[in-house]
């Protein structure tokens, strides 16, 4: 069976986005991102795609679309996130969003990677809750952005047995 990790990272009210885009500028989280995405495949959306604007490097980037014709240049493409799962084949995969996918995606992940942004942003896409009952945070790390100086945390919470 495939191991399902969300990446994200939010806001303090659980924003994850506005107009598809990302509303905070902070390069530790990007890096943060590429770090723990690289060599593992990628699953979102094709609006998240659509945000990016082309695959990932050193990841297979799997796209959930339900338009069978879409289709771009070194993305596998899949018409529900379980379609996307099987596509694994098995492999540990990184769900990157967006907020359907993530809504889709939290019952069948075993960990999530978040990065807490010490700040509230005007979004219009959210995470959904995380119920404490069910997740164990596992790992904790306080930082401020050097470049933009916003307080965050990279935070690691395994669901609980």
């Not at 979102?44 to 799997?62: A, H």
């Not at 529900?80 to 809504?103: H, Q, R």
């Not at 164990?136 to 990279?154: C, D, H, I, N």
């Amino acid at each position: 069976m495939s191991h399902l990790t969300i990446i994200v990272a939010t806001d303090q009210q659980g924003g994850i986005g506005i107009n598809n885009t990302l509303p905070w500028t902070l390069p530790e989280d990007l890096a943060h991102f590429k770090r723990l995405t690289t060599g593992h495949p990628i699953l979102m959306g094709r609006k998240t795609f659509d945000s990016i604007g082309r695959p990932l490097p050193n990841r297979r980037n799997i796209v959930i679309t339900r338009n069978a014709q879409w289709r771009h240049e070194g993305v596998e493409t899949a018409a529900s996130l379980e379609e996307a799962i099987a596509l694994l084949d098995g492999a540990e995969g990184y769900v990157i969003g967006g907020a359907e996918i993530y809504k889709q995606a939290l019952p069948l992940t075993q960990r999530v990677i978040i990065t807490e942004i010490g700040q509230t942003f005007d979004c219009d896409a959210f995470f959904p809750a995380i119920e404490h009952a069910v997740w164990q945070e596992t790992a904790r790390v306080s930082q401020v952005s050097e470049k933009s100086g916003l307080p965050y945390a990279f935070v690691t919470l395994q669901r609980k047995a």
